[in-house]
């Protein structure tokens, strides 16, 4: 069993998925970095100097009642908050990380199709009377010295 699982943990798939999650998971710190340190604080700033990721609501007040400046005030007094400011910060990335998800697709697909070379023109033919295969140009079979066509 163990070597069973061996060659399962080292087939090419496998060790390709792998470096795909590590890989994505790297990138999707980038992301997070990149919505939350150069997105979001010119958007906020074009709309009034607000910060998205402190944008919440109270539900229940905590033990210490009282409005609070941040998220983290309100989770430290206790309050049940709803933090859609959070929220807008993981759609946009998940935005930009569909986005270039959607961008390497492309452009894988785009590489492929141009990998695809055009068929190509046919060298042989079939003779019509012994049906041997016989060059293109041909306008006698070589095996039954037929004449043929040239159409």
């Known amino acids: 069993m163990l070597k069973d699982f061996k060659e399962f943990a080292m087939r090419g798939n496998v060790v390709d998925m792998a ?12 992301v997070k970095s990149l919505v939350a340190d150069v997105i979001m604080p010119p958007i906020g700033l074009l709309l009034g100097n607000v910060d998205f990721s402190n944008l919440f609501l109270v539900i229940k007040q905590g033990s210490v009642a009282g409005t609070f400046a941040t998220v983290a005030e309100a989770q430290k007094a206790g309050a049940v908050t709803i933090n859609y400011g959070m929220f807008i910060n993981t759609v946009i990335s998940f935005l930009i990380v569909a986005f ?13 199709r141009e990998e695809e070379a055009p068929p190509e023109e046919p060298t042989t033919k079939e003779c019509p009377k012994c049906f041997s295969t016989i060059s293109i140009n041909a306008s006698r079979c070589a095996f039954c010295t037929s004449e043929l066509s040239t159409e």
Do not use: D, E, S
């Open 19 to 30: 470096v795909g999650i590590i890989i994505g998971a790297a990138f999707g710190t980038i």
């Open 100 to 112: 270039a998800v959607f961008l390497l697709i492309r452009g894988i697909n785009k590489l492929q």
